[in-house]
């Protein structure tokens, strides 16, 4: 298949593994020391909706302490 693949990087504190299931859920926050105001969870439900109405699909890897990696795969046909 062909596909378009949009990767995004950070070097932030990282997302847990046993979260990284449930990051995509609507209104899902992380709780700790630097999510206590501001979000509200849905900017990742709504990224997954976007690539899904489009038929791809959203992936991501994160180690804590060093950062995370999301990767949108978009099909070009």
Do not use: H, W
């Not at 847990?16 to 501001?38: S, V």
């Not at 969870?41 to 109405?53: D, W, Y």
Request: with cysteine; charged share 25%; hydrophobic share 40%.
């Amino acid at each position: 298949k062909k596909m378009a693949v949009i990767t995004f990087a950070d070097k932030g504190i990282g997302i847990p593994a046993a979260e990284l299931g449930n990051i995509f859920k609507k209104f899902y926050r992380l709780e700790n020391q630097f999510n206590q105001n501001g979000s509200v969870g849905i900017g990742l439900a709504f990224c997954k909706e976007v690539v899904n109405f489009m038929k791809g699909d959203i992936s991501v890897k994160s180690k804590i302490g060093k950062g995370s990696e999301f990767k949108i795969y978009l099909p070009l046909e």
